[in-house]
């Protein structure tokens, strides 16, 4: 038996891309950052690390991140983990975290859109199933 799951709180880096299959089903996709201090072991200073994460979410949450979700939002995000690996321009091995999401929460206050509204609490979370959720989720909420 093997089981790979992860989830992750950050904020998005770039604002959500959707796009659609030629069959039409919606997917979306966008980077998420997490941050950490790590303590320099020589110097004795607390340096922040981030660690970067590209996010692809499908069906009706691809099409609810994409309406709601905006670079530097905090979101939470579960999903399985898969490692990238491509060649660069210069010929370069990169390689990248891919989480292919199966759930995401909108966390945080929520920001107010340009026109001075607040978005709508209701379509502010979606599961797989695409089923609304409550959105009063908290830090002390979070297992970690």
């Not at 607390?46 to 996010?55: A, M």
């Not at 499908?58 to 491509?86: C, F, H, K, N």
Request: glycine content about 10%; proline content about 6%; aromatic content about 8%.
């Amino acid at each position: 038996m093997s089981f790979n799951k992860i989830i992750i709180v950050g904020n998005l880096g770039r604002d959500p891309e959707l796009r659609y299959t030629p069959q039409g089903t919606p997917v979306c996709s966008f980077s998420l950052a997490t941050n950490e201090k790590r303590k320099d072991r020589t110097t004795g200073e607390n340096n922040d690390v981030t660690t970067w994460f590209r996010v692809t979410l499908w069906g009706r949450q691809a099409e609810t991140a994409s309406q709601y979700l905006q670079r530097g939002r905090p979101v939470y995000i579960e999903g399985r983990l898969r490692v990238e690996e491509w060649t660069d321009r210069d010929g370069k091995a990169r390689h990248t975290l891919e989480v292919h999401a199966t759930d995401m929460q909108f966390i945080g206050g929520g920001a107010r859109s340009e026109e001075g509204g607040a978005p709508p609490a209701k379509a502010a979370t979606a599961q797989a199933d695409g089923a609304p959720e409550p959105t009063d989720l908290t830090d002390d909420d979070i297992p970690f």
